[in-house]
Structure formats: C-alpha cells, structure tokens
C-alpha cells in the first residue's frame, strides 16, 4: 500500500491549500483587533451599569436620580447592561476570536478574507443603530424583548443587522472549511478549525428564532406607525416561544469559544495535552444535536405550552448537560497531565504545580471552578418542577453570573492576555495585575452569585427589579445584600483593573521580548479521531430533525391559534 | 466526506488497514469510561427523580389552561371582571387575579389556615409574573393567556405575591413594575389577619 502511495496516487490533480502567510494573517487579525476593541469597550459600560444595580440593589446607592441627563431609568440602565454584556461582549469577542483562531488551526487562508470584513462593518452598523434608541431610552425592553412591549424600530434593526454580520463570519468560516475539505479529503480536520465552525452552526441554527420574531413580529409592529400601516398586532405566547428557541442555545454560543480554550489551547498553557482528542470532538457534535430543543425550560412557568412539551424539552436539557459532564473528567485529565510534566504528585497536591504564574491560565483555571457551581445550578434550574422554586428570582442572574459572567468572561479574559499582545507586539501591563484581575473577579462572583442564589431561593426575592425602591424590601435581607456587596466591590476592582490592562498594553509602547503565538494542545494519542467524528451530516441533520421534531408540533399550533390581540405598547 | 479509506495523519503517515478499521472505533480511556458511566446515570437517575415528584406528588408546573382577549377581561360574564376570592367549597378557593401595569387586582387575599386556593391569572397589558412567597406558585401573566397552579397554605403568615416580570416604569412616577405586589394572608380569623398585617 505504501509503495501504492509512493507511485501512483500522488498524481490526481487535488488542488493544494495555499499557504497562509503573514500577509493573510495581517488582515484576519486586524479584523480580529477591531472585533474585540469594539467588545471590550461595550463590556465597559455595561460592567459599569452592573455595580450601580448591585449597589441599587443593596440599597447602598441609588445613582439613578444623578443620571438623569442621560439614563432615565434602572430598567434603561438594565437594558444597557444585559445588550452590551450579554449580547455586544459576547459576540464580538466571539467573532474576533474565531476569526483569529480558525485560520491558525486550519492553517489554509480565508477563502474570501474580505468577507470577514464586510461582517465585522455590518456588525458595527448594527451596533450603533441599536445603540440609538437604547441610549435615548426608547428601547427599555431589556434584551430579552418580551412583546407587547415595544421598542423603537431602529433597536430591531440594530440586532438583526448584528446577527446577520455574526452570520457572514460563520459564512467566510464555512466557504474556507469547503475549500479545505476538497483540497485534504483524507486529513481529519484540526480541532480547533472544526470545534469553532460547529459552534457557528449552532448559532445559526439559534438565530432562526429571534430572526422568525424579529421579523415578523416585533419589526412590522415597530414600523408600522412610522410608515403609517395598521399594525398587525402581537401573540405574546408565540413571541416567547420563539424567542427561547434562540435564547437557550444562545448560551452554548457563549460557553462553546471557552470550551475551545479548555480543551485545545489551555493544556498547552500549562505542559498538558488533549487528553483524548476525539471526544472533545464528540463532546461539540452533541452541543449541535441538543443545544436547540430545549427552549421550553425556559417556559416551565408559561401558560398556553402543554406539560408534556415541557417535560420533552427537560429530557433535553439534561441531554445538553452530558457533554458538559465529559467535558469536566477530560479537561481536568489534560491539565494534570500538565502538573504533572512539571513535577506534580499525589491525588491532589498535583493542582498546585499548574501553571498559576500564568495570568492566562490562573484565569481560565479559575473560570473552570466557578463553572463547576454554575452547571449544578443550570441542573437545578432545567429541573421541571423544581424550576417553580427559582424562576425569576435572584437566584437566576446568581446562576448565571457564575456562567456568561465567569465561565464564558473570565476564559475571555485569560484568552486576551495572550492574545492582545500577539495582536499588539506588547508586552502585557502587567502579569501581575492580571493574576489580581483573575482573582479578585474570582472571588468577587463567588460572594455575589452566592448571595443573589441564596436571596432567591429562601425569600423569592424577584430578579430585573430595582429591589432598592420595591416596599416589599426585607431586612431579612440584609446579610446577603451585604455579602453581594462584597462580591461587587471585589467585581469592581477586578473589572476596572481589567480595562487598566488591556488599554496599558495597547498603548504603551514595550515590545514584546520573545514573540507569543496562539497555544495549540497537541492530542495525547496521535492516532487521528474516527472518520464519523469528522462527518458533517449525521450531526448536522440530526440536529435539524430534533428542532423540528421538538418544535415543529407545538410552534405549528401556535401559529395555527395565533391571536394577535396585543397591541405594541410603551410602558418606559 | 471522502470515499478514500487510506488514512493519514496530519503528519502524513500512511497506516495498515488494520489499524484504520480500529480507528473508526472511539477509543475510550478506562476511567473516562468509567465517568462517562457516571454520568449517564446520573443524568438518568435526575430525569428520574424530576419524573417521579411530577407523577407521585404532583408537582407540576402551568399548563394549558384557557385563552381570554384582553379586551374582553371587562365583559360582565367573564370571571376576570370581578377578580378576587370565591369559596367553591369548605376550604377551597379559587382566585381570579388580572396582573396589570402596575398592581395585581386583587392586590389583597385573606383564606383560612388549610385552604387549597387555585390561582388563575392572566395580564391586561404586558407580560408579568407572580410568584406567591414559600410556595410553588410561580407563573408567567401574559395577555391573551389564563396561567393556572394550585396551592394548599398550611401555615399562617402572610405571604408576598411579587411582580417577578419586567413590566416597565416611568423615570420619577411613585409605581412602577417593582412596587407592584399583593399579599396573601393565611390566618385562622380574620382579627388575626388584620392582626398579622400590622
């Protein structure tokens, strides 16, 4: 068979993936530069809108009165804080990330590299277009819209115009993983390379939903008084449905890019290697298959939606809990593979020898651990009946200030000191301070989500309220408020130290002493993943039977029985 | 994706086909195994439990309950026209209660110690919530939709029915979706009730 190889089937006319050269690197991580300077600047104001809820909250200060010129409300201001954190943070951070690391990984240019361009402008237009009415307070909806309230029509078209940029990156991203496939038929494609275009497949997918109630509900509504049509009205039902359908997977959108620096690039950080290289891949095809029929846990408490749609949608969820499950055992396996190349022993103490030193990796690490909390309390919320105890209470942001805040943020955090100064050539200012970032957002989520978990589970203390001005605040609250209060102040240095670093490191001119480059874990068996863990279609249309064997029936009877009888209303 | 079985690694070794047929099996490390296990049952045994105090003890969460227009909640033979508390029979209620912008009506429930009190809410305006403090009575009021749950109260107390979905507010107005909340008062007598609210 070798001697096969070596004369004869070298011929056939493959073409031959170019070479990726500086040059393409250049533009792909200019594209990346602009993409996470435009998240770290949303995540700054929206961090800063956090403190003043927590401190409102607490009733330590109700900054609200002084900001008045500019934010009417705690709800303007909550708004603010769940779009730009949630929603700008997190997908242009997710979009520069990928644009970055996908190409590296694969090793071959983007097929269209301006496409990544012409996201990332499309992007922006939407950003600022949404940003408008926010700041104007016309668009006090919250980020999870919940119609009849309506907002101008030009937040709508912000959104939809974001999503759309995020999907032109996954666009660019699937044309150069075609054009890879044909030129390497018989290479498994690299980790990294795949795990990042299954994760934007999976918010494809996602998109569909909010696209559905965007379009066809929430914008003709908006434009109508403007462009002086009769409004068609509103199901407030239909609107929810539709928008959980994203709103869950959504999640995954946020945890997968961390899970991607887990498995691939965080072992390299500390010696280790991919503990077992085929499950990772497993572990992300599994993400594709359940991460969307789970909406309806979402919708426990809403009426009109049959029990047993409910009950389906939990048997799904815990689905999507299982990878999250492997992920845990093979993860911590490829970092103690690390401790231990660097001399740790034991059961235990091996923890101790991993690389901490590094501002990179202590965050990660430190992300990992909150993460643990935050996936047991993900189990308890996707717990059908047991949801009815915390459904929206405080306990809700507590669960997931330790997962989009901790699990997600923080490993962004870890993945921009490394990244800012390969993108920058500067040196990051400084590790030390970044170790105090890492550790004191840390600590710092663990009083806060603590205290808002335990505020909601005993006292039903409601969440998206301004609980400082509510008459039915309780001084029973009082040791939790206090320990949130804590949290927040350790969040406070932690995120402002945070913005610190990142602007000192780009503005100051210290050149990097030996150039730093994306860390690639290398697989602890070389032996390539079977072929069926590098096959797109049975994931890919397994995934789309399953949203629409689990919403087909239901969302088919709610549009069959839509009643548009709410009309757009502003309640601001 | 490609009909070629030869296989290479990213290095560009060639394998035997031995080992290609034994590289289409996932190779699992023994005590990942043992966890992936693990979790499978423990998966199992959650959706178990979940399954068992639905079926067994009842615990359920809203379901389909009925459909009213909004603009219907005024007409005289519909029950949200009048909310409030009607005794069916000796110790079972039933409350009809219209969440709006912003309060509950009614925003005041009194009922005996051991009443079983079956809520139906529905919104006039916007979406809200209610979730009635200690117990497992936590739904969504949207309009157009009746939510329905039923609770047993055993102990006296009052307890708060919070507003727990952002239904809005109007920078400097005195109301707004976080004053917006009833209390339930369960007591043996209604001298205790006032006595309790005091």
């Known amino acids: 068979m070798s001697v096969q190889t070596f004369t ?48 409102e909250h607490a009733k330590v200060l109700d900054i609200y009165p002084w900001l008045q010129p500019v934010i009417k409300t705690y709800y303007q201001g909550l708004t603010l804080h769940g779009a730009l954190n949630a929603v700008v943070w997190t997908t242009f951070f997710i979009c520069g990330f990928f ?51 309506l907002a101008d029509w ?49 918010w494809q997918i996602a998109t569909l939903g909010v696209a559905g109630e965007i379009l066809f509900q929430l914008l003709p509504n908006a434009l109508a008084p403007v462009l002086g049509f009769p409004a068609p009205g509103l199901d407030p039902l239909l609107n929810r449905t539709l928008f959980w359908w994203f709103g869950h997977p959504l999640v995954y959108f946020w945890l997968l890019p961390a899970y991607i620096s887990w498995y ?41 939606i049959p029990e047993i749609w409910k009950y389906i949608h939990m048997i799904f969820t815990f689905g999507v809990g299982f990878p999250s499950l492997l992920t845990a055992f093979t993860v911590v396996a490829s970092l103690e593979i690390g401790a231990r190349a660097r001399g740790g022993k034991g059961y235990l103490a091996w923890i101790g020898r991993l690389n901490w030193g590094d501002p990179s990796y202590a965050a990660q690490n430190l992300a990992m651990i909150l993460f643990i909390f935050g996936g047991i309390g993900g189990m308890i919320n996707a717990s059908y009946n047991v949801n009815l105890a915390v459904h929206n209470t405080t306990w809700v942001p507590g669960h997931f200030h330790l997962t989009v805040g901790s699990a997600s943020t923080l490993t962004f955090f870890g993945i921009l000191y490394w990244m800012v100064p390969r993108l920058t050539g500067h040196k990051l200012f400084t590790p030390l301070l970044a170790r105090i970032q890492a550790w004191t957002w840390f600590f710092g989520m663990l009083f806060f989500s603590n205290a808002y978990h335990t505020l909601g589970l005993l006292f039903s203390v409601p969440r998206r309220t301004a609980l400082g001005s509510a008459p039915y605040y309780d001084s029973q609250w009082n040791p939790q408020m206090i320990e949130s209060v804590l949290g927040i102040s350790l969040l406070t240095v932690s995120a402002t130290l945070f913005f610190a670093i990142m602007l000192f490191t780009l503005l100051l001119p210290r050149k ?15 032996k390539p993943a079977p072929q069926w863990l590098d096959t797109w279609w049975p994931w890919l249309n397994g995934a789309i039977a399953l949203v629409l064997l689990s919403y087909g029936p239901m969302l088919y009877q709610l549009i069959r029985d839509a009643e548009f009888w709410s009309r757009g209303i502003r309640v601001w | 994706m ?41 998966t199992a045994v959650f959706i178990l439990a979940i399954t068992v105090a639905a079926l067994s003890f009842g615990i359920s969460v809203p379901g389909v309950t009925a459909r009213i227009s909004p603009a219907a909640l005024n007409d005289p033979e519909n029950p949200f026209a009048t909310p409030g508390l009607r005794e069916l029979a000796p110790g079972k209620y039933e409350v009809y209660m219209v969440a709006q912008t912003w309060n509950f009506l009614p925003d005041r ?24 403090a200690g117990t497992n009575v936590n739904m969504m009021a949207l309009p157009g939709q009746v939510s329905t749950l039923k609770a047993t109260f055993t102990k006296p107390g009052v307890y708060n029915y919070i507003c727990h979905e952002y239904c809005g507010y109007v920078a400097g107005a005195p109301i707004g979706h976080h004053t917006m909340y009833g209390q339930l008062v369960v007591a043996d007598a209604p001298e205790t009730a006032q006595a309790l609210t005091e």
């Open chain 1, 8 to 55: 004869g089937s070298v011929a056939p006319a493959r073409p031959v993936s170019p070479p990726l050269t500086a040059q393409h690197l250049h533009l792909a991580d200019r594209v990346a530069g602009w993409n996470i300077a435009v998240g770290v600047l949303a995540l700054s104001i929206g961090a800063l809108f956090g403190v003043f809820q927590g401190l």
């Open chain 1, 99 to 149: 644009t970055f690391a996908f190409v590296r990984s694969l090793n071959r240019p983007y097929l269209y590299p301006k496409l990544n361009v012409i996201a990332f402008v499309v992007m922006l237009v939407g950003l600022l277009t949404a940003a408008v009415p926010m700041l104007m307070n016309n668009a006090t909806v919250l980020y999870t819209f919940y119609p009849p309230m």
């Open chain 1, 264 to 304: 691939a690039m965080l072992p390299a950080q500390t010696h280790g290697k991919m503990f077992s290289e085929p499950l990772a891949r497993l572990v992300f095809w599994l993400f594709l298959l359940f991460s969307t029929p789970v909406g309806f846990h979402h919708q426990y408490a809403d009426p009109g």
């Open chain 2, 2 to 42: 490609s009909e070629q079985r030869s296989e290479l690694s990213p290095a560009g070794e060639t394998h035997s086909p031995q080992e290609t047929e034994q590289a289409e099996t996932l190779h699992v490390e023994k005590w990942e195994g043992i966890w992936i296990r693990i979790a499978l049952g423990m």
């Open chain 2, 109 to 132: 429930l009194e009922v005996p110690v051991g009443a079983e009190v079956t809520f139906y809410v529905t919104a006039r305006d916007v979406v809200h919530g209610i979730k009635i």
């Open chain 1, 154 to 202: 030009a937040f709508y078209a912000g959104l939809t115009l974001l999503v759309i940029g995020s999907w032109i990156v996954g666009y660019s991203m699937y044309f150069t993983y075609y054009a890879w496939r044909k030129e390497n038929p018989d290479r498994r494609a690299p980790f990294i390379a795949l795990a990042a275009t299954i994760t934007m497949v999976l």
């Open chain 1, 512 to 526: 990097l002493d030996k150039p730093v480059d994306m860390p690639v874990a290398q697989p602890l068996d070389p």
